[in-house]
């Protein structure tokens, strides 16, 4: 039954992909390389600027929910540019690689360990960071639904007529706020912490909560910034529709558990945005994937590879300087070998007795 499991969810990811990259390739049937290529020439330099400023943004509050789990834990000493780098990392490998709670938690504990962190608080800070993200898309994913209830009309071909009803999304808008607000509200009343089986989870203190508000969102919108600002401005539905897409797009790539969203996350972004040319949404998802995607992949590869390089030369260092062999225990007199089990056995015992006779 283990095995079935451990092979479900990379079968189910990568159905997904072959579903996906499948109706992907007839919705952008026709088009042509040389379209898209025209379509990344037309974007001004100056947008690409903010493409790129809006990648750090993202990357910085991805490095902010890992210092908010670090105080939740009451952990201090460890820098900015180590929680950085480490944070950094972790999100771009997971992002590509997919299953990004597993992937996450196995970079974490490599670099968090090191600093002196049990596996019990990495397990925390890795479950924090999780949930921080969550809370960030329920919140902006609520008051998108509340305020624009009709954007699910863009992905209706895609959903059930009943859920992409307008009522519905209002509906369901108003629930993410209210948990939400309950969270909030657990967090400032010092609600009890909920239990499920050994699994006991606790409300942070208000602190931590209201940085958790702040962090989640931010990147949530550094990253739909990228897209936004890749998409020509002729035209542009605005940054709440593309927000709201955005949301959905990346939820669903996450629940389909492809590697990186390949084909899901394109298909439903592009799927949604019918009233810009499909090159130009193609060129902006392909501007979102380079910066936000590919690049940090690759230079999170090289931080991996220096890390555990620096790991094993620090090992093998430790056991250069570790004695080869314990001395033997001095005998009396020459020619002398002493029984070892005396030694191992009764050595505290024979020395006793020898002070106890000198005496």
């Known amino acids: 039954m283990k095995k079935i499991k451990d092979f479900i969810w990379p079968v189910i990811g990568l159905g997904a992909v072959v579903v996906s990259v499948y109706l992907l390739w007839h919705l952008l049937k026709g088009l042509s390389f040389a379209d898209v290529k025209a ?3 037309a974007i001004p330099p100056h947008r690409y600027a903010l493409a790129v400023l809006s990648t750090l943004v993202a990357y910085g509050a991805l490095a902010w929910y890992d210092r908010i789990a670090l105080l939740h834990l009451g952990v201090k000493g460890i820098s900015w540019l180590f929680v950085s780098v ?94 939400v607000a309950l969270y909030v509200i657990g967090s400032i009343l010092h609600f009890r912490p ?21 962090a989640a969102p ?43 969203g390949i084909g899901v996350f394109e298909l439903v972004f592009i799927t949604a945005m019918p009233d810009l040319p499909k090159t130009d949404v193609l060129a902006a998802v392909l501007i979102f994937r380079l910066f936000y995607l590919l690049v940090p992949f690759a230079l999170a590869i090289g931080v991996v590879l220096l890390f555990e390089r620096g790991r094993l030369a620090d090992a093998l260092r430790s056991k250069a300087k570790s004695p080869a062999s314990v001395p033997p225990p001095p005998v009396d007199g020459p020619g002398i070998t002493p029984d070892l089990r005396d030694v191992r056995g009764h050595g505290t015992q024979v020395h006793d007795t020898k002070v106890r006779k000198a005496v």
């Open 218 to 260: 931010l990147e949530l919108l550094g990253a739909a910034g990228i897209i936004y600002f890749a998409l020509p401005e002729a035209g542009n539905p605005g940054f709440l529709v593309v927000l709201a897409v955005f949301l959905a797009s990346f939820s669903v790539a996450l629940v389909s558990n492809a590697p990186g």
């Open 39 to 41: 379509s990344l020439a």
């Open 194 to 214: 909920l239990h499920i089986r050994s699994f006991k989870i606790e409300y942070p203190r208000p602190n931590i909560m209201g940085r958790q508000l702040i």
């Open 86 to 179: 480490c944070s950094f990392t972790t999100y771009a490998l997971s992002h590509n690689i997919g299953a990004s709670v597993f992937s996450g938690a196995v970079v974490r504990y490599r670099a968090y360990t090191s600093k002196g962190l049990t596996t019990a608080q990495v397990a925390v800070l890795v479950a924090l960071c999780s949930f921080t993200f969550g809370l960030g898309t329920a919140f902006l994913g609520g008051l998108v639904l509340v305020l624009e209830p009709e954007l699910l009309q863009r992905v209706a071909s895609l959903l059930p007529p009943v859920l992409a009803s307008p009522t519905t999304a209002r509906l369901v808008g108003f629930g993410l706020l209210g948990f």
